[in-house]
T-cell receptor
């Protein structure tokens, strides 16, 4: 079974600085998706960034980028120029690309990010 | 596009009672998912529908839980004989995808269930 581990329960960053959130996962599959989701106090999960495992190039979305290390099964999120609105819970998630488990996301326990003004 | 809507936002019930939650997905989204999130944890998959067909159910979905999606539009999640361990936030998500490729899930704001 696949698992996702986020080893940092809480992180803090100064406004305008850069922070990196860690995520490792375990799978025997070679083709899958990885995601970072943001959950603000409003509770709605919002997709931040997505990476396809077959792509070697790291995904980037504006101030958000990932460091995808497939062999190490590591998928970290870097937030540059942190803003107050970035404060939220961040969840790393895995999804199989094929087979019966295609329909569901497997989430880590989350990292609570605080942004200091 | 008004997003994924869930009702109610909060539900307090007594142990042993039945509860039903509703999810209205984004119009024309063919897939609908239910997740459960307990305090300090990430969401856990419960079940999903492709149109009106329920294609996958997690082992977390005990016999007391039932989900429906009549006509492939809105969905309901019913919990019978609620237990205190059912207290959690129940999240709904929807997506449009062909063959499961390039799928992007849109989540609702959840229904927070408290069982006393």
């Amino acid at each position: 079974a696949q698992t996702v581990t986020q080893s940092q329960p809480e992180m803090s960053v100064q406004e305008a600085e850069t922070v990196t959130l860690s995520c490792t996962y375990d799978t025997s599959e070679s083709d899958y998706y990885l995601f970072w989701y943001k959950q603000p106090p409003s509770r709605q999960m919002i997709l931040v960034i997505r990476q396809e495992a077959y792509k070697q190039q790291n995904a980037t979305e504006n101030r958000f980028s990932v460091n995808f290390q497939k062999a190490a099964k590591s998928f970290s999120l870097k937030i540059s120029d942190s803003q107050l609105g970035d404060a939220a819970m961040y969840f790393c998630a895995y999804r199989s690309r094929h087979g019966g488990s295609q329909g569901n996301l497997i989430f880590g326990k989350g990292t609570k990010l605080s942004v200091k003004p | 596009d008004t997003g994924v809507s869930q009702d109610p936002r909060h539900k307090i019930t007594k142990r042993g009672q039945n509860v039903t939650f509703r999810c209205d997905p984004i119009s024309e989204h063919n897939r609908l998912y239910w997740y459960r999130q307990t305090l300090g944890q990430g969401p856990e998959f419960l079940t999903y529908f492709q149109n009106e067909a329920q294609l996958e159910k997690s082992r977390l979905l005990s016999d007391r839980f039932s989900a429906e999606r009549p006509k492939g539009s809105f969905s309901t999640l019913e919990i019978q004989r609620t237990e205190q361990g059912d207290s959690a936030m129940y999240l709904c998500a929807s997506s449009y995808t062909a063959q499961g490729l390039n799928e992007k899930l849109f989540f609702g704001s959840g229904t927070q269930l408290s069982v006393l």
